[in-house]
């Protein structure tokens, strides 16, 4: 009789440890899909500080080479990751552009250069950066070196994110040429649409960078394949 006892209770022993492994890997496979599934969400992809599907009224220009671009104030913290360059008829840049952002004291916080072969989005192409952070409640400068390429001007077709309110177009020197990077402060009107030229792209001050989404996604996948 002892021997029959002490086997049913050898059973039952498995048999509750088949049920805990069990469920240990149904939560483990709920929260790995739901891992996952947060990460093919929006919460961490970037938007746009502005765009537009047409330039409206506007039209692409060129009259010699500039450091333009606009300025702009931000509503909220947010996290810079790629700066964009302009491709008017999206079929590919000639050339390379310096685009830079500046606090009101000319000081460059964040830089980077869109070459021809950058990941197009809508009419600008981006370069991805290290992530850099612009303050609520501050403005700045955003500019290009225009090169030769043209660029749109009086785009009244301009949408722009919540994040970030339009100040208007801004230019180093109104009618001075340059070939090099230069704090667009000569010259603002704050009733122009302004000369795209270059924008960025960001993400909320905190949500990271959007490049370590792959990361993320890999550490994840390797967990979840124990």
Sequence with gaps: ???LISHCLN???EFLFVIKRNLQLKIKFTLCALALLILNTDAFAD???LDFESLGSGANYYQGEYSLGWKFTVNRDIDVTSLGFYDDLK??????????IYDLSCQLVATGTVTPSDTLSGFFRFRDIAPVTLRQGTQYYIAAVTGTEKYAIDVTTLNTDPAIEFNGFSIFGFTQTTTS??????????N???DFGPTFRFVD?????PGDENKRKTAISLFCNR
């Design 1 to 3: 009789a002892a021997l």
């Design 11 to 13: 059973r039952i022993l």
């Design 47 to 49: 938007s746009a500080a």
């Design 91 to 100: 079929n590919g840049l000639t050339q390379n552009h310096e685009i830079g």
């Design 181 to 190: 990077l230069q704090c667009p402060n000569g010259s603002q009107s704050p």
């Design 192 to 194: 122009f649409h302004g």
């Design 205 to 209: 001050s905190g949500a990271g960078n």
